[in-house]
Nanobody, 121 residues
Framework: QVQLVESGGGLVQAGGSLRLSCAASGRTFSSYAMGWFRQAPGKEREFVAAIRRSGGSTYYADSVKGRFTISRDNTKNTVYLQMNSLKPEDTAVYYC??????????????WGQGTQVTVSS
């Protein structure tokens, strides 16, 4: 079992930055690939970014490539999402997720409760 708690969301103007954090419980954090997803009102949950267990490889949705960076610190059981050059269309609830395998679909075993990100124009 892994419990995930996101933080760092908030209201920011277009062009600004936010850094999301996701703290994981348990001693097996390094056994999981980690992903970030987001869901806007009336839309399906979509893939944002993912990172392998060791942090050696990262993957991004085309819509955030070059603006967002996923990273992890296995000593702190935490995964991060640095979001720069934010746009109003980035507004959504952001979720972190853990899974034994890295996938870019919402088929993850464990999910956090989500944190709201709102980008004003």
């Amino acid at each position: 079992q892994v419990q995930l708690v996101e933080s760092g969301g908030g209201l920011v103007q277009a062009g600004g930055s936010l850094r999301l954090s996701c703290a994981a419980s348990g001693r097996t954090f390094s056994s999981y690939a980690m992903g970030w997803f987001r869901q806007a009102p009336g839309k399906e949950r979509e893939f944002v970014a993912a990172i392998r267990r060791s942090g050696g490889s990262t993957y991004y949705a085309d819509s955030v490539k070059g603006r967002f960076t996923i990273s992890r610190d296995n000593t702190k059981n935490t995964v991060y999402l640095q979001m720069n050059s934010l746009k109003p269309e980035d507004t959504a609830v952001y979720y972190c997720a853990a899974n034994s395998l890295l996938v870019t679909t919402p088929r993850y075993d464990y999910w956090g409760q989500g944190t709201q990100v709102t980008v004003s124009s």
